[in-house]
């Protein structure tokens, strides 16, 4: 099968790799030879090992944050955050009011580390609304800290950068399902980092922000045709916002899930390769009784403590129920008993971390499963179609809040613009790092389905549709 021409690319992966990976030309140190983003990234890791300033600072992330909109004038470049020596991001980007985001690279040998760079990451945020990038110019992760949740962080777009446009892609056809997520994700990414997103937000907060009593002497009620074409027209535009928003998700949760799934067959092949090589080098009395010992904790690896690996140590064998310690035989089978604790302890480690990160993208492809299932036609079984019914959830239950504070039986209002005012100054007055950037929607959104949701449960009460909750900036 042919590589996929340029043209038959999604525009915005056309757009993005004229705009940045077009202009990559990296010269290795030692090297008087240039070489493009594909050829570059094909290079052994010794050579690029320390090319965060040259090749992902320079070059990379810059054309990236040019091709999201902004200008140099609207970043800094290695200063330390104010009042903050110690904590130097490699670019603070500015939005209208305030900073808009983070942007961390790495060199283009590291991959992310959950533990160490996400601490790094969360220690750059505090005192800003949480957006951030990090980036080691072969992948672009782009996340939001949550304030109330310092054990997480939102996954706004996760863009596999070598994927589209590395070697490997440039030798072999691109999976089609790639493409399309990966479009996806960069539209998402483009959106929500992207310089409107962080200068137009304030702007839209205030149009929406009036008074009750100025909201009703101005509302135009929906009752001839143009009025109709306007309203419908304004919302169009809206679903489909929030339609990317949830496919990006959908996408990469499927992508994710299968990944993590593919993870996990080898965490367990590795676990029993440990068995393996650990049981046959043991003792003849011992060696039924210790791979019995480990084969008890196989079902539930992930979920075992430290103390239930380390008791392998302690065992019955030779025909007695005395315990045996392993580790009070001779010091070879000691060594390879604290060999194969190491590596087993390990292998657990990674299991429940695992297990961890498949939190969230699992809930979303078992919600995409569950409404599978009830779906009567298996051609309606699409990520696009899924999609576009979680964004229509979304959009009517704001809808249904505003017909009951128009009924008047919110009072006061909530969420339509009389209300808004409240909530907004509110955030604006004792949340000012968000200024510019966000209005806590997750929190906001949750208050609406509390106080709505005991007229309307049918819309308010649909599990399956409760995982999405949009960036404020689409709110």
Same mark, same amino acid.
């Given at each position: &099968?042919?590589?996929?021409?340029?043209?038959? $690319?999604?525009?915005?992966?056309?757009?993005?790799?004229?705009?940045?990976?077009?202009?990559?030309?990296? +010269?290795?140190?030692?090297?008087?030879?240039?070489?493009?983003?594909?050829?570059?990234?094909?290079?052994?890791?010794?050579?690029?090992?320390?090319?965060?300033?040259?090749?992902?600072?320079?070059?990379?992330?810059?054309?990236?944050?040019?091709?999201?909109?902004?200008?140099?004038?609207?970043?800094?470049?290695?200063?330390?955050?104010?009042?903050?020596?110690?904590? %130097?991001?490699?670019?603070?980007?500015?939005?209208?009011?305030? +900073?808009?985001?983070?942007?961390?690279?790495?060199?283009?040998?590291?991959?992310?580390?959950?533990?160490?760079? *996400?601490?790094?990451?969360? !220690?750059?945020?505090?005192?800003?609304?949480?957006?951030?990038?990090?980036?080691?110019?072969?992948?672009?992760?782009? =996340?939001?800290?949550?304030?109330?949740?310092?054990?997480?962080?939102?996954?706004?777009?996760?863009?596999?950068?070598?994927?589209?446009?590395?070697?490997?892609?440039?030798?072999?056809?691109?999976?089609?399902? &790639?493409?399309?997520?990966?479009?996806?994700?960069?539209?998402?990414?483009?959106?929500?980092?992207?310089?409107?997103?962080?200068?137009?937000?304030?702007?839209?907060?205030?149009?929406?922000? =009036?008074?009750?009593?100025?909201?009703?002497?101005?509302?135009?009620?929906?009752?001839?045709? @143009? *009025? $109709? %074409?306007?309203?419908?027209?304004?919302?169009?535009?809206?679903?489909?916002?929030?339609?990317?928003?949830?496919?990006?998700?959908?996408?990469?949760?499927?992508?994710?899930?299968? %990944?993590?799934? @593919?993870?996990?067959? %080898?965490?367990?092949?590795?676990?029993? @390769?440990?068995?393996?090589?650990?049981?046959?080098?043991?003792?003849?009395?011992?060696?039924?009784?210790?791979?019995?010992?480990?084969?008890?904790? +196989?079902?539930?690896?992930?979920?075992?403590?430290?103390?239930?690996?380390?008791?392998?140590?302690?065992?019955?064998?030779?025909?007695? *129920?005395?315990?045996?310690?392993?580790?009070?035989?001779?010091?070879?089978?000691?060594?390879? $008993?604290?060999?194969?604790?190491?590596?087993?302890?390990?292998?657990?480690?990674?299991?429940?971390?695992?297990?961890?990160?498949?939190?969230?993208?699992?809930?979303? +492809?078992?919600?995409?499963?569950?409404?599978?299932?009830?779906?009567?036609?298996?051609?309606?079984?699409?990520?696009?179609?899924?999609?576009?019914?979680?964004?229509?959830?979304?959009?009517?239950?704001?809808?249904?809040?505003?017909?009951?504070?128009?009924?008047?039986?919110? !009072?006061? !209002?909530?969420?339509?613009?009389?209300?808004?005012?409240?909530?907004?100054?509110?955030?604006?007055?004792?949340?000012?790092?968000?200024?510019?950037?966000?209005?806590?929607?997750?929190?906001?959104?949750?208050?609406? *389905? !509390?106080?709505?949701?005991?007229?309307? &449960?049918?819309?308010?009460?649909?599990?399956?549709?409760?995982?999405?909750?949009?960036?404020?900036?689409?709110?």
């Amino acid at each position: &099968m042919p590589n996929p021409s340029v043209s038959n $690319f999604p525009a915005i992966i056309n757009g993005f790799k004229q705009a940045v990976i077009a202009k990559i030309q990296v +010269t290795p140190p030692g090297s008087n030879v240039s070489f493009g983003y594909a050829d570059y990234l094909s290079r052994p890791d010794t050579e690029r090992s320390g090319d965060e300033a040259d090749a992902v600072d320079n070059q990379f992330a810059r054309y990236v944050l040019e091709w999201l909109g902004y200008k140099s004038s609207d970043w800094s470049y290695n200063q330390p955050l104010q009042g903050k020596k110690e904590n %130097r991001p490699d670019y603070i980007v500015r939005g209208k009011v305030g +900073t808009a985001f983070i942007w961390e690279d790495k060199n283009s040998t590291l991959d992310f580390d959950d533990t160490k760079h *996400t601490s790094q990451l969360r !220690r750059y945020n505090l005192g800003t609304a949480g957006y951030t990038v990090w980036c080691n110019m072969r992948r672009i992760l782009a =996340v939001r800290f949550l304030a109330n949740d310092t054990s997480r962080y939102e996954v706004k777009a996760d863009i596999d950068i070598e994927g589209l446009f590395g070697a490997t892609a440039s030798s072999s056809a691109l999976d089609p399902e &790639m493409l399309k997520t990966q479009a996806s994700v960069l539209e998402i990414f483009h959106l929500l980092y992207g310089k409107a997103r962080f200068s137009e937000f304030d702007d839209l907060v205030d149009k929406i922000s =009036v008074d009750e009593a100025t909201f009703e002497s101005s509302a135009i009620p929906l009752n001839t045709p @143009q *009025t $109709f %074409r306007t309203f419908t027209t304004d919302s169009g535009t809206s679903l489909s916002q929030l339609r990317l928003a949830a496919l990006a998700q959908i996408r990469e949760a499927l992508v994710k899930k299968e %990944r993590l799934i @593919q993870e996990e067959k %080898r965490l367990r092949q590795e676990w029993d @390769q440990a068995r393996d090589q650990f049981v046959p080098i043991l003792p003849s009395p011992l060696k039924q009784a210790v791979e019995k010992a480990i084969d008890l904790l +196989t079902p539930r690896l992930g979920d075992l403590s430290s103390r239930e690996i380390q008791e392998v140590d302690h065992i019955s064998g030779n025909g007695t *129920t005395t315990p045996i310690s392993l580790s009070e035989l001779s010091a070879a089978t000691r060594s390879h $008993f604290e060999k194969w604790l190491e590596r087993a302890t390990k292998i657990n480690s990674a299991s429940l971390a695992l297990r961890f990160e498949t939190a969230n993208p699992f809930r979303i +492809t078992e919600a995409y499963r569950l409404w599978g299932e009830r779906q009567t036609e298996s051609l309606d079984i699409q990520p696009e179609i899924f999609a576009e019914q979680v964004a229509y959830i979304f959009f009517i239950r704001l809808l249904l809040v505003r017909i009951l504070e128009d009924k008047h039986i919110i !009072r006061p !209002r909530l969420a339509s613009d009389g209300g808004f005012v409240e909530w907004s100054s509110y955030i604006r007055r004792h949340f000012q790092e968000l200024r510019g950037a966000a209005l806590l929607n997750d929190i906001f959104c949750n208050i609406l *389905t !509390r106080k709505a949701g005991q007229y309307y &449960m049918h819309f308010f009460q649909q599990a399956i549709f409760d995982w999405f909750n949009p960036d404020d900036y689409l709110m």
